[in-house]
């Protein structure tokens, strides 16, 4: 389970989303989720679906990759798709037990569980595409104008990067202690669900500790060698905006103006 998380995880490539600028990355992706979230019908979820497929293709990452960051959210999933079947009132399509399956419910349900997988996947994408150093620097560019109001962009794209650096170190750490428990004796592929939470509590407590250990020994890194926040500091890479990027926003906003288009003056 642990080695088929792909969070955080950059697929190196030469495509030309890889090329793009990150705050270009950045501000597609916010546009394109906004749209998501604006559609209110399967065409259109389907149309932007299909338009994402297409994103993928031209990426150049493999499809396994993406279905390997869809699986660990299955769970997720089954909960956004069952929990609308049970507490959505309706037209009664059959029964199970004392529950009552509705249409509306199974539109709702399969509906939300749709957006998510898409949302999960576009997610992915920008993560995979981009470098966790080179989302830090366009996020911290994207949020710089607001310095003036007291944020801290600088510190907020450093604790991102520390995130995303660590997401494989704490899996791959995580995996060593499965097997240390598992050569013990620990069972904790057998039982229900509650029984293998409980399974698992040995395998959390040390990998919290390990944690906690590796923040310790980065914080003492970083004061050694005098890191004093973003103030002065420089990069030895430097953005570049370029046409490309400002091709890709405009797009991705032609998208958002062409979904609320069609949902609200047709």
């Not at 569980?113 to 911290?140: H, K, M, N, W, Y």
């Amino acid at each position: 389970m642990w080695q088929e998380l792909m969070l955080g995880q950059y697929y190196p490539s030469n495509s030309w989303l890889h090329r793009l600028d990150p705050r270009s990355k950045l501000a597609g992706i916010f546009l394109f989720m906004t749209s998501f979230f604006v559609v209110n019908d399967y065409f259109l979820l389907g149309g932007l679906g299909l338009l994402v497929v297409g994103i993928i293709k031209l990426s150049g990452i493999p499809w396994p990759v993406f279905l390997g960051s869809l699986r660990p959210m299955l769970w997720l999933m089954a909960i956004t798709l069952i929990l609308p079947l049970i507490f959505t009132p309706g037209k009664t399509l059959f029964t199970l037990g004392p529950v009552a399956i509705s249409q509306e419910g199974l539109n709702q349900g399969a509906y939300a569980t749709l957006r998510l997988a898409i949302v999960v996947v576009v997610t992915s994408l920008l993560t995979f595409t981009t470098s966790p150093i080179a989302l830090s620097d366009g996020l911290e560019a994207l949020l710089a104008p607001f310095r003036r109001l007291g944020l801290p962009a600088h510190e907020l794209a450093m604790m991102m990067t520390i995130a995303l650096r660590f997401i494989p170190t704490l899996l791959e750490e995580a995996q060593k202690i499965i097997n240390a428990q598992k050569a013990r004796g620990a069972r904790l592929d057998q039982g229900n669900i509650f029984v293998r939470t409980k399974a698992y509590l040995p395998v959390l407590i040390p990998l919290f500790l390990s944690a906690f250990r590796r923040a310790d020994q980065l914080a003492l890194a970083m004061e050694a060698r005098c890191y004093r926040g973003g103030q002065g500091r420089t990069r030895m890479r430097q953005l570049k905006w370029e046409v490309r990027d400002t091709a890709a926003v405009m797009f991705c906003a032609g998208v958002l103006v062409a979904v609320i288009a069609l949902r609200y003056f047709t």
